[in-house]
Nanobody
Framework: VQLQASGGGLVQAGGSLRLSCAASGGTLRDYVMGWFRQTPGNEREFVAA????????TSADFVKGRFTVSRDNAKNTVYLQMNNLKPDDTAVYYC??????????????????WGQGTQVTVSS
């Protein structure tokens, strides 16, 4: 499965961006789709995920109420809608596909396939 992330850019604090992650060579409905982010010198951290069977979502506490993950299985694409962005949200954002058990949804090690990352920069 190849994942292609897009939609990053430069935005002012309080603004919005929508990231997209398009898949080829596989069907996203077969996978849990996760979004992670990483800043220089830090480990990749979990942002949000969409479960494959129920479509239920889970997200990190620091994005609840601001970020929403969704998927369009017909388009084989997953999205991350980011609202009320803050400078601390500046990072490279990655989408990933895997089959983690529910309790391991936030672990990067449980994902098999990764997109190339898209830079999100939030200015104050």
């Amino acid at each position: 499965v190849q994942l292609q992330a897009s939609g990053g850019g430069l935005v002012q604090a309080g603004g919005s961006l929508r990231l997209s992650c398009a898949a080829s060579g596989g069907t996203l409905r077969d996978y849990v789709m996760g979004w992670f982010r990483q800043t220089p010198g830090n480990e990749r951290e979990f942002v949000a995920a969409s479960r494959r069977n129920t479509g239920s979502t889970t997200s990190a506490d620091f994005v609840k109420g601001r970020f929403t993950v969704s998927r369009d299985n017909a388009k084989n694409t997953v999205y991350l809608q980011m609202n009320n962005l803050k400078p601390d949200d500046t990072a490279v954002y990655y989408c990933a596909a895997g089959r983690p058990i529910l309790s391991a949804t936030s672990s990067p090690k449980m994902y098999y396939y990764w997109g190339q990352g898209t830079q999100v920069t939030v200015s104050s």
